[in-house]
Structure formats: structure tokens, C-alpha cells
């Protein structure tokens, strides 16, 4: 695809049905469960994200080197499957991926018994993992603040160990509903766990095979509750989306009906219908970080205060993403600020809504979260290919509701 993308909307009004792409935080999972349990079983529905064919690819590679491109549930979950399995593999990535850290779950999986040595900077990829020789160590003590999927990548290998595992997490708990969503795959594929308190018990077990159906994504959901929210008039109605969900993402639902959006469950999915919103927030991020650049891009276009928390992981992701936000809204003359520590405040200016651009930062959220900025005015976004790690087919399903879409 082109280096930049022209988007607007003559009408402003949405109407319209649409397939979102699969959850890959649910498919990755899956398919490493699947992987480890050593039969057949059936996954249905599995992400077209790139994040999920990668993996895919990956599972039926034998190559010795090993590119997980930017896909962070990938590097981790890897990582932790070719150590338990034995696989002698150099495991790396894009420029990117060797910022983002891994040495938690490194040190984790060498006191089970895995050797992993670093090939560039310590504590990042590339990593070079060996034979595995298992300590017979049980219990382990590893921080829980830096990213739930060392967590998640520990605990779905638990079962092969002889002894089990018991993790006790140490510090806030990040990210704590995909650690649910780990579980109940887990459970879903017949491994039992316990989670009291900060300690994660899985006694030693054999999945069984099953069959399984990815749920649609409430995280690309998310961009359409806020095209809903900017369009003058809407009515749409977005597939494959369940009540209850094994995605935190689903935070999305009480998000967005303070900012103008109602959702109705139906049997195929949700519709979405326009409301009233409030004028100030206050929100916490820590159980759904992927939401915070939809909320930043939509509060800003609304003129609505929001007062953040909880959003420490996101200076590590696909780009940090503090620092690109605080640049794209301040090209909005608003300003995304931490006012004490931890507490960031998003004061929206007055914006003017000729010839909006926006940059992007190898950060699918980024194309996404801004995108729908396009019904108040015309709206560039550059590296429009970014969405292929999560919603490869985004900006068709934009087309679908009328958007005009020009390829520079
Ligand atoms: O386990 C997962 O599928 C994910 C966990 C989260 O990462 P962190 O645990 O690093 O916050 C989330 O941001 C990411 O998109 C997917
Ligand atoms: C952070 C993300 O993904 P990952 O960490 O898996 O690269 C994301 O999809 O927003």
C-alpha cells in the first residue's frame, strides 16, 4: 500500500453491518495450546491479523532463525514454547521488537530450567534458546508489571512441567484480564488453575484436544464505537461480538456509553446507536491498554476532559505510545500531559478541522484510533498498512460505510 491514505465522508451518516477480523490475543493463545498438547484440534474463525498468520507460519516453521516481525504475543509465547520444547532457535524481530524488554520471562524460564542467551542487548532480542534441562523448580516469583503476556507465556507451558507451577506475581498486575483469558483457554483445552490472591497454581496436566471459535476483536471494535460516536447519524451493527467475553476489551461497552455510544446485544453481535456524552472522565487503563489511543483520538475530537491512569505499559508497545499520542494531539491543539506521576490529564484545544494528518509510528492503534476523525473533516494518516498486524481489511470495511478513500 501507498505511504499515505485521504479519508473523508460526504454525508456523515453510517449505516451498515460488519465482520470484524478475530481476536489475535484469543488465536495465539489457541494455537500455542494447541501446539503444546500435541494432537489435532479444531480452530475455527482464526484471526486474518498478521499477528496470528505469523504465528501460524511460525509453529510449521523449522527454520533455525526464527522472525516474529512485531508481534508481541508471539516473541513471548515462542520464547516459552521453544524453551520447554527443547527447539534450538534464534528468535528476533523488527527494530522495534528488540526495544521492547523480555528479560522477565527470560530469567523466569532459565530457573525452570531453559537456556536462552541474549545476542545483542541484555534483557532484549534477539534471543538464542537451547536445550532445556529441567531445575525441578516450582514456585517462582515474577514481576507483573511490565507485560501479562511473560505471565500468559509461563502459564500456558505450566502443565508440561513435571512439577507444575505456582507463580507468585509481584507488583501491580497489568494488563490482568488477558492473564484471565490465558486461563480460560487453558481451562477450555482441559488444564485447571488456581488464581487467589497474587499466586497462579497449575499442577501438572495434559491438554486435550477441543474445538474452538475465536470471538470477533472488541479491541477493533473499538474504532467503530468511535466512528459511531463522531457520525452525525448511525446505525451499525458489528458481527461475531459475545456479552460475555473472554477479551478485557469488552471495557469498550461502559467506555463508550459516557461517550455517546449505546450498545445493544443481539444475537449476531452488538448494535451501535448515538447517545448523549459526558463532558469529563476519569478513567483507569490498567485492565485495557489497547483502548487508551481510541479514547485519546475520540475525547479530543469531542472536546472532552479525561483524566488517565494505568497507562505505564504503553511507552513499551508497538511504539511508545504516550509520546506519539502527546505529538498527534498537540497537532490538535490539545495537550496530553502527566500532571502528577501516573496521572495523565488530555486537554482538548479548539480544533480546526481542515486537512487533519497524522502520523502513525509503525502502530496499527495509531492509523485506527485517529482514522474516524475523518467524519468531521478530511483526514490524512500515513502508513495506512500498518493495520495488517490486528484489522488488515479496516480501511475496506471503511469503504463499505460510504468513507472516500484516496491513495497518495
Ligand atoms: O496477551 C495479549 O494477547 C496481549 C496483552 C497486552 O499486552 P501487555 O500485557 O504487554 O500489556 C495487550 O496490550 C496486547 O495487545 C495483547
Ligand atoms: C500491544 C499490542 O500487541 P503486542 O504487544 O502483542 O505486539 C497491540 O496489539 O496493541
Known amino acids: 500500500m501507498s505511504d499515505s491514505l485521504s479519508l473523508s465522508h460526504p454525508t456523515g451518516i453510517l449505516n451498515g453491518s460488519i465482520k470484524l477480523p478475530a481476536s489475535k490475543s484469543e488465536a495465539n493463545r489457541a494455537l500455542i495450546i494447541s501446539a503444546l498438547s500435541g494432537q489435532e484440534s479444531q480452530l475455527h474463525n482464526l484471526s486474518e491479523a498478521n499477528d496470528t498468520q505469523l504465528l501460524q507460519r511460525l509453529l510449521k516453521s523449522d527454520a533455525e532463525t526464527i522472525d516474529a516481525e512485531d508481534a508481541g504475543t508471539v516473541m513471548r509465547f515462542l520464547t516459552a514454547y521453544y524453551a520447554i ?66 505471565i500468559s507465556a509461563l502459564l500456558m507451558i505450566a502443565p508440561l512441567l513435571p512439577e507444575g507451577l505456582e507463580l507468585e506475581l509481584e507488583g501491580k498486575i497489568g494488563s490482568r484480564p488477558y492473564i484471565e483469558m490465558t486461563l480460560s483457554l487453558m481451562q477450555h ?48 451493527t458489528l458481527l461475531g461480538l459475545k456479552e460475555y467475553s473472554f477479551q478485557g476489551d469488552r471495557a469498550i461497552v461502559d467506555i463508550m456509553y459516557r461517550l455517546g455510544v449505546y450498545t445493544e446485544f443481539t444475537a ?17 487503563f490498567s485492565d485495557c491498554p489497547d483502548l487508551a489511543q481510541t479514547i485519546v483520538a475520540l475525547c479530543t475530537a469531542l472536546g472532552v476532559h479525561v ?39 488530555l486537554e482538548p484545544g479548539i480544533l480546526h478541522k481542515d486537512n487533519l494528518s497524522f502520523r502513525t509510528y509503525q502502530d496499527h492503534r495509531m492509523a485506527m484510533a485517529f482514522a474516524p476523525l475523518a467524519l468531521l473533516g478530511p483526514v490524512t494518516i500515513q502508513e495506512p498498512s500498518v493495520v495488517r498486524k490486528s484489522y488488515p481489511r479496516f480501511w475496506e470495511d471503511l469503504e463499505k460505510v460510504g468513507f472516500e478513500i484516496i491513495t497518495n
Not at 107 to 133: C, H, M, N, V, W
Not at 201 to 207: D, I, L, R
Not at 268 to 284: A, F, M, N, P, T
Open 85 to 150: 520444547t527443547g527447539q534450538q532457535k534464534t528468535l528476533t524481530g523488527t527494530e522495534r521488537m528488540c526495544q521492547r524488554p523480555i528479560k522477565v520471562l527470560v530469567e523466569a524460564l532459565r530457573e525452570l530450567g531453559a537456556s536462552i542467551d541474549y545476542q545483542g542487548e541484555e534483557g532484549y532480542p534477539p534471543l538464542k534458546i537451547g536445550a532445556f534441562t529441567g531445575s525441578g523448580q516450582k514456585h517462582l516469583k515474577v514481576r507483573s508489571d511490565i507485560s501479562s503476556q511473560f
Open 189 to 236: 483445552f482441559g488444564v485447571a488453575a488456581n488464581f487467589e490472591g497474587n499466586t497462579i497454581s497449575v499442577a501438572h496436566q495434559k491438554y486435550k484436544s477441543a474445538e474452538f471459535t475465536v470471538e470477533s476483536d472488541w479491541s477493533a471494535a473499538s474504532y467503530w464505537y468511535s466512528l459511531v460516536a463522531l457520525a452525525k447519524e448511525a446505525d451499525i
Open 268 to 284: 449476531e453481535g452488538v448494535r451501535l446507536l448515538k447517545k448523549e456524552h459526558e463532558r469529563h472522565l476519569s478513567l483507569d
Open 307 to 345: 483524566d488517565m491512569t494505568g497507562l505505564e505499559s504503553l511507552r513499551i508497545k508497538e511504539t511508545d505510545r504516550i509520546q506519539a499520542l502527546q505529538i498527534e494531539v498537540l497537532s490538535m491543539n490539545s495537550s496530553l500531559q502527566e500532571i502528577t506521576p501516573g496521572v495523565f490529564h
